[in-house]
């Protein structure tokens, strides 16, 4: 049973309601796309997204979740320039996004699976290298599955707004810990002629840096959380919090946001001189480092996204605070 129809929202929840509704429409556009123009010609064999099954529900699933997407959009700039919401918009997003964010997850979690099978079965046969077209075509599959996985996300928070800001430290803690797993396990030993050299993540610069910005957005992250937590069971908060939320979330944000930039950057660029200089395939231990240092980015980019969005929640409720 759907719960009644509660109060208005502050008008800064309805700017991220609205803000996630675009986010997951583009994510899932990007998705259809990536997926629907992914092909490979292997000898004079034209091998198409459709001819895996997996990659069908996942287009399936994208769409569907794409056309809700799409209908929620409309309702939610209707909402936002009227200020007004029936009943049936509240059934809506509460039967909407559950059922279509399971949708979307399962999707995601398809695609995942049978790119990793496939490309698995692939470099048992022949080797792939990154500028193989086999290699493009599973890339892009691991693309549209990662797009429909972000959606997934957008619509999850969208279907517990009412806990939005503790499913928020809880993702951000997450998020941060991955980085660091994979960050401080990254490393790969290099074999020439002979001589081995042990090649770690902190001898590169800037992964020193994102590994610094992760540790300290992760502290912050949990003390936070203990925070949270605790304002939820006592249902009290007092004036200090307020401030840290502020602050905090802006100052972490940017931290993190700088070190997700500095990984991606340097990443790329390493990456790009040692194809300039050996072949990698997809199974070399270098490109799995260069693979780890990418996620480890990714994870620092999910966690500023959280805190971005902490930091409009923490905005408006301080300015409430002050002004009540």
Request: net charge neutral; aromatic share 14%.
């Amino acid at each position: 049973m759907a719960p009644p129809p509660p109060s208005p929202p502050p008008v800064s929840l309805k700017v991220v309601n609205l803000l996630l509704r675009v986010l997951t429409a583009i994510f899932l556009v990007i998705s259809v796309i990536v997926l629907t123009t992914n092909s490979v010609t292997i000898g004079s064999i034209k091998f198409h997204f459709n001819d895996v099954y997996a990659y069908r529900y996942m287009l399936a699933a994208a769409v569907i979740g794409l056309i809700y997407a799409v209908i929620q959009l409309i309702f939610t700039i209707c909402q936002f320039a009227t200020g007004v919401t029936n009943s049936f918009n509240y059934q809506l997003d509460f039967y909407g996004d559950k059922v279509i964010s399971y949708l979307v997850a399962t999707g995601s979690a398809a695609g995942f699976g049978v790119t990793k099978d496939l490309k698995d079965a692939f470099i048992a046969l022949v080797a792939l290298d990154s500028t193989d077209p086999v290699d493009e075509f599973f890339s892009k599959g691991y693309a549209s599955a990662s797009l429909l996985l972000f959606a997934f996300l957008c619509l999850a928070v969208l279907s517990v707004f009412s806990v939005v800001l503790l499913s928020l430290r809880v993702l951000t803690v997450a998020f941060l810990v991955i980085t660091v797993i994979i960050l401080s396990t990254n490393s790969v030993t290099i074999v020439s002629q002979g001589n081995s050299l042990k090649f770690h993540f902190k001898d590169v610069y800037a992964y020193r840096y994102m590994f610094s910005a992760a540790i300290i957005g992760l502290l912050y992250a949990v003390i936070q959380l203990f925070f949270s937590i605790s304002e939820l069971a006592t249902r009290t908060k007092n004036p200090f919090n307020y401030q840290l939320d502020f602050y905090g979330d802006k100052i972490i944000s940017y931290l993190v946001a700088t070190g997700s930039a500095a990984g991606f950057g340097v990443t790329k660029d390493l990456k790009d001189t040692f194809l300039a200089l050996v072949v990698l395939d997809s199974t070399d231990p270098v490109d799995k480092l260069f693979s780890r240092g990418y996620a480890s980015a990714s994870m620092l980019l999910f966690a500023f996204f959280c805190l971005a969005v902490l930091s409009v929640f923490s905005s408006h409720t301080t300015a409430k605070h002050q002004f009540s």
